[in-house]
Each structure stands twice: as structure tokens, then as C-alpha cells.
């Protein structure tokens, strides 16, 4: 593998060349080295080290996956949005932050940006995105004061700098600037030595998990039992998520009232285990706890608390209502964006560590609906909150438990700035889980999208090339390229709703195991072998509140696009706040489920430059409707989806569902008809 194909500035060379050398000489160290044609080049793979168990699998560093197709446009179109220019259009990420060195924001915001802004530049080679970065880095690496803090002086607060200990660990396997680890070491050592007079409260009392996985991440590169003490730590001060979940008693909507918001309680221990985005980052604590405890309570730990949330706070598009507290079933209520990336960010580590093939399911559904449906198609305004049931976008009250009228606008900052600054690291995150390293040292193909992978197993050089228009078609083709014939196992991740899918390789059927949800081939691979995937895709059906009826095909799920006229509220720098009315009737109900599957027809065209769009659509659906006058929508909110079944006398028509995302104005759970 040559540096030239990573098109790697010669101070990136350097510094990888530096970092390798340097850490290569710390005791205990559990890092694997890439070499190829007798150059050192970035880190292959960190395992774990004992004490901690060993996970199912292993991210790659960052930059080990490039995204190709339709996801690289998509990772583009974020670059020349919002989430490449916020620093020049929003004072808080600006030049006056104080995560460089100014008098302006200093808490989560500037670390909220720099956690999704250097995977964005670095799986781009994006030289201006680099250098946005690299103020952040650098400011933040030079001015470490003597005890090991980090950060603005004037905030000492434990939760802003979980965030930048995730992106101080993504940009240093990156680029092996050898400046990362010394510096995570004296905070760590700082941090074990302070926490017993300054525990974690609030927001990082609930977050532990964030700045624990970090701790690990740097255990696993030094070696240092010193950490494995802080995780205990961390572990013993901060929320028991695992407690909450047992015995899970948030079964229905949270209100202000139930929470005493308006009594000054929101940062409660009550608000803050209600709070959607804290319990999206919950999410993976079992998993991380479990790499320490090795019990296997705590690895289901997960299991339980997605099945919780699914059954009291489940949403069609794959996530749980949070707007910003729980809020239960209704499909007019709301999904934080925060919530979507930081419960995307938890669902990719978990798979990591479990290996269990349904969070890759999950993970994809929420990627390719929920996290595209609350932006607009150029990713320059976005949502703070969205809904499945979406009628109306505009200035009201309802339905939010928590929230203010401004939640569901499309604009520069909606309601509150945290989404503003963290909603970065949804794609970038996403794109570079999309492969892993298996620990008997095989690949994984753990999620589905076009890309290229270029990583070392077995100390062999292996390039990986993934065509696919996944997840608008059903075929995968994997060209496995290793620098000689090696033989490893291959891990295909097997949708649940996928069935039987044909397997091939070299054009005949693959002979290989089933492990659970995976399919495992194990082979010796030779350049140019060729495997591919078709899975069918088949609309599916599935039930939700009041009975309600919702299709899915894939991983995609459908909407009946409301037609949409948008209004502009104000100018917001180089942005706008955008209003959005509907400009077409949208109470439908569907035939019976049975029926309704029958007579779906599929619709396909050319997969186009932004396939989220509305406009370019590469899949519809075509499906038989009637209008339920009865069903009505209040304050620009559509009432509760009826319970099924109902009676509609209005004429049977055919109506078109489209894919989550390219609805702004959307139905997506309907009431069933009776006949």
C-alpha cells in the first residue's frame, strides 16, 4: 500500500512516521503496526488488553474506510453545508471560542464540533477541513495546564471534556501526532486523583460511559493499570444505568410537571435519566462496563434497555421519542437530533463489542431515515426535534413535553445550539464503523454502503473495495484484494429482514458457516476474489402505536410525502430558519396489513447525486389509501394516529410512499382500514 493513494500531505507522513516510532517503544504496548513495501504507515488494529475481555470485534482506525458512491456525495454535501462552515457563520464554534483560547463559549459546544469535524476531514482529505481542525487540536494540546487539565480554565466541568477526549482519540489514530497520548495520560492521571473531591455530576455523572471507553481506548496503548482504577472509578460515581433498566419506570410520557422543570429541577438526577440524548449515550454503558466486569449480565444489559425504550418510547423510524424527555409511542411526538447521532455512536461501539448482528440492523435503519430526515437536502438547516408524523413545521407549543415552539424549524441552532455543534459526527462515525477486525483477525462486514477499506490482517496488506447502492438496492459486491493469498475468515452481517440471501463467491455459492446473523466464510483470498450479496427486499409491515401500520423495504422506511410549501422565518448568517406548511391533505388510512402487502408496488430509478432528496428518490412505493376525514391535525400537530382498524367511506386511490428522509412533510405510521 502506497501513502500516495491516501494522497497524505508530507507533515501527516512525518507525523505518522514519528507517532509509530514513539509509541512503539511504551511498555505493554498492544499496537499492531502496518508496513507495506517497507514503509510504516498508520496503525492496523489495537485489540484489547488483559484484564479486559476481548471484544467481538474491533474498529478500524479512523481513515482505514473511505466512503465511495453515494456516500461519499453525502459526506460532500455535509462539508459544503452547514457542517463545513458553521465555525464561519456561528459565534460559538468561531474564533472567539474558548476551546481556542477566546472568551467565548467554553463548554460542550467547540468539542461537540471538533468530535464530528475530524472524521469529516479525514475520511474527505479535506485539507481546509483539516486545518479547521487542527486550530482546536492544537490550541488544546499546547496549553495542558501543569496538573493534566485540559480546556478553558474557566470551566472545569467533566462532561465537555468526555467530548474532546473522543476527538483528541480519533485525530491521533488519524495521524500518530505523538503530542495525543502524553497529554491523555496527564489528564487521566489528573482525573483519578481529583474525582474522590470532585465527582462527576450532572450531565457527566450521566455521560461516565463516554470518558471510560477513552480510558480504555488509552489502556489499550499503555498499558498503564492506572486507567483500569480510573474506569472503576468512573464507574462507581457515575448513574446506574443497568439499576434504572431492571426495573424501568418510565413508562409514559414525561412532563415538565413529573420532572419539576418549572421549579428549576432540570438538571435533577429525575430530568437527567429521562433526558432522550442522555439515554442514547446510555445505550452502550453495559458494553463498555462489560469489557471490565466480563459478566454477562452486563453485555445484556444492552438488549434490555433498547427493548425498554423500544416498548414504552418506540418510533417508527427506528428511534425512541425524546423531545427532550421521553414521550412516549405517539408517532406525533419527537426524536432530539442529538439523540439520533449520539444513539448511532453508542449502537456502533456496542456492535463492536457484542457482535451481535440485530444492533447492525438498528444502526442502519436509524442512519439511513432518522439521521437524513431532520436535515435539509444540502444539510445547511437542520431540526431539533423530528417527528414520523410530521404535518406542519412552524412556531407552536405542541406536541413537545419539554420543549419550545422553535423545535421542529428547520434552521441554523432550533430550540437549543447542542444539536448545532454535535449533529457532525452522525455520517463521518457511521462511515468508518462500516467495516471492522474480527479477534480471531478476520474482517467484518459489519454495515452496508459503497466504500474502500485498506487495512492489514494477519500483517498482510488488504484492500477492500464495496460496490453497492445499498440501501435503495439489495446487491453487495466485495473485491478482496490482499498484497498475497491469505487466508482469514470474512463475516457478511445477514439482515434479520433479509431471509435466505443468495451468497456468492467468484460467481459460485459460498460454503461457510452461519454464525448468529452473520455469515462466515472462511477462505484463503487471493486478489481480485469477488464476493457478492443480494439480499431481497421485500415491503414489509410492521405495527406501532394504536395498532398503526408502517412499511418498510430494507432498511429504508417509507412516508407519505405531504406536499410542502416553505416559508422563511429569518436569515441566519449564511443560513436561514425555515417554516414549512403543508400544501396537500395527508389523513390517509391503509387496507389491511395482508392486502395492503399485496398489492405494494415497487418503483425504481437511477440512485442520483443526493438520493435523500425528495426530487431524485431512487425507490417508491405504490399503495392503496382512503382518506380518514375524522383524523385531524391541531395547532399544526397531527392528532394521535387512530387506533386500528377504522372505517374510511371515502374512495379507495393509490398513493406513493417515498423513504423517510426525502419526506420533510411525512405520515409514516397510518391507521389500518377494517376492509
Known amino acids: 500500500m502506497k501513502k500516495t493513494d491516501w494522497n497524505i500531505e508530507s507533515r501527516r507522513r512525518f507525523l505518522k512516521q514519528a507517532g509509530a516510532l514513539a509509541v512503539a517503544s511504551l511498555p505493554g504496548s498492544n499496537r499492531i503496526a502496518m508496513a507495506a513495501s517497507g514503509e510504516t504507515t498508520a496503525i492496523a488494529v489495537v485489540k484489547n488488553l488483559a484484564p479486559l475481555t476481548q471484544n467481538a470485534f474491533y474498529p478500524l482506525p479512523l481513515g482505514s474506510v473511505r466512503p465511495s458512491g453515494w456516500l461519499k456525495r453525502q459526506l460532500q454535501i455535509q462539508a459544503s453545508g452547514l457542517g463545513g462552515h458553521l465555525d464561519e457563520t456561528w459565534a460559538d464554534v468561531g474564533s472567539n471560542s474558548g476551546w481556542l483560547g477566546g472568551t467565548g463559549e467554553s463548554w460542550e459546544r467547540g468539542p461537540y464540533f471538533l468530535d464530528g469535524l475530524i472524521p469529516l476531514a479525514y475520511l474527505l482529505d479535506d485539507g481546509r477541513l483539516k486545518a479547521k481542525a487542527q486550530k482546536y487540536i492544537d490550541w488544546t494540546l499546547t496549553h495542558q495546564a501543569a496538573s493534566g487539565m485540559i480546556g478553558p480554565p474557566g470551566n472545569d466541568d467533566w462532561w465537555p471534556r468526555m467530548v474532546m477526549l473522543k476527538a483528541l482519540a480519533q485525530y491521533e489514530e488519524a495521524t500518530n501526532d505523538p503530542r495525543v497520548i502524553p ?68 413508562t409514559q410520557p414525561v412532563t415538565a410537571a413529573m420532572i419539576k422543570l418549572n421549579e428549576g429541577q432540570g438538571l435533577a438526577d429525575l430530568a437527567l435519566s429521562t433526558h432522550g440524548v442522555n439515554n442514547g449515550q446510555a445505550l452502550k454503558a453495559a458494553p463498555v462496563w462489560s469489557m471490565i466486569s466480563g459478566s454477562k449480565t452486563d453485555r445484556q444489559g444492552f438488549h434490555q434497555m433498547l427493548a425498554a425504550l423500544d416498548k414504552y418510547h418506540g418510533l417508527p423510524s427506528g428511534m425512541f421519542s425524546c423531545d427532550e424527555h421521553l414521550a412516549g409511542r405517539n408517532p406525533s411526538q419527537g426524536s432530539e437530533l442529538c439523540t439520533v447521532v449520539e444513539t448511532m455512536f453508542s449502537l456502533e461501539q456496542s456492535l463492536a463489542i457484542l457482535g451481535d448482528a440485530t444492533i447492525g440492523d438498528r444502526l442502519e435503519k436509524i442512519a439511513f431515515n432518522a439521521l437524513p430526515g431532520t436535515f435539509t437536502d444540502d444539510m445547511w438547516a437542520h431540526q431539533y426535534d423530528q417527528e414520523p408524523n410530521q404535518v406542519e413545521v412552524s412556531l407552536h407549543r405542541k406536541p413537545w413535553m419539554t420543549n419550545g415552539p422553535e423545535s421542529n424549524l428547520f434552521g441554523l441552532e432550533p430550540n437549543f445550539g447542542c444539536c448545532t455543534a454535535n449533529f457532525h459526527q452522525g455520517w463521518p462515525k457511521f462511515v468508518a464503523s462500516l467495516w471492522m477486525y474480527s479477534n480471531d483477525d478476520g474482517l467484518v462486514a459489519a454495515l452496508y454502503s459503497p466504500c474502500e477499506v485498506r487495512t492489514r490482517v494477519r500483517n498482510t496488506a488488504v484492500r477492500v473495495q464495496e460496490e453497492t447502492e445499498y440501501p435503495f438496492r439489495g446487491t453487495v459486491r466485495i473485491t478482496i484484494e490482499p498484497e498475497n493469498a491469505l487466508s482469514f475468515p470474512l463475516r457478511l452481517r445477514i439482515p434479520a429482514w433479509a431471509g435466505e440471501p443468495a451468497i456468492l463467491v467468484n460467481g459460485q455459492p459460498a460454503a461457510g458457516a452461519r454464525d448468529p446473523g452473520f455469515a462466515k466464510i472462511d477462505r484463503t483470498w487471493k486478489a481480485g476474489d469477488v464476493v457478492e450479496l443480494r439480499f431481497p427486499m421485500l415491503p414489509r409491515v410492521s405495527r406501532g402505536y394504536n395498532d398503526s401500520l408502517s412499511i418498510d423495504r430494507g432498511p429504508l422506511v417509507f412516508s407519505f410525502p405531504i406536499g410542502q410549501s416553505w416559508v422563511k422565518l429569518r436569515d441566519r448568517g449564511m443560513t436561514a430558519d425555515w417554516q414549512v406548511f403543508p400544501s396537500s391533505q395527508w389523513n390517509y388510512a391503509l387496507g389491511p396489513a395482508a392486502q395492503s402487502l399485496e398489492k405494494i408496488h415497487v418503483e425504481e430509478s437511477p440512485v442520483g447525486e443526493s438520493p435523500f432528496a425528495l426530487a431524485e428518490t431512487p425507490v417508491k412505493l405504490q399503495v392503496e389509501a382512503r382518506k380518514l376525514p375524522s383524523w385531524l391535525a391541531v395547532d399544526g400537530v397531527a392528532d394521535p394516529v387512530p387506533q386500528s382498524p377504522v372505517s374510511s367511506s371515502e374512495p379507495t386511490e393509490k398513493i406513493t410512499l417515498v423513504p423517510y428522509a426525502a419526506a420533510k412533510l411525512r405520515i409514516t405510521a397510518f391507521p389500518e382500514l377494517n376492509s
Open 183 to 250: 497529554v491523555l495520560s496527564r489528564y487521566f492521571a489528573y482525573q483519578l486523583t481529583t474525582l474522590p473531591d470532585r465527582p462527576l455530576r450532572e450531565w457527566g455523572k450521566f455521560r461516565w460511559q463516554d470518558n471510560a471507553l477513552i480510558a480504555m481506548w488509552l489502556y489499550n496503548r499503555t498499558a498503564d493499570a492506572k486507567l483500569l482504577e480510573l474506569v472503576r472509578l468512573l464507574h462507581a460515581q457515575g448513574y446506574d444505568w443497568q439499576a434504572e433498566f431492571e426495573n424501568f419506570r418510565y
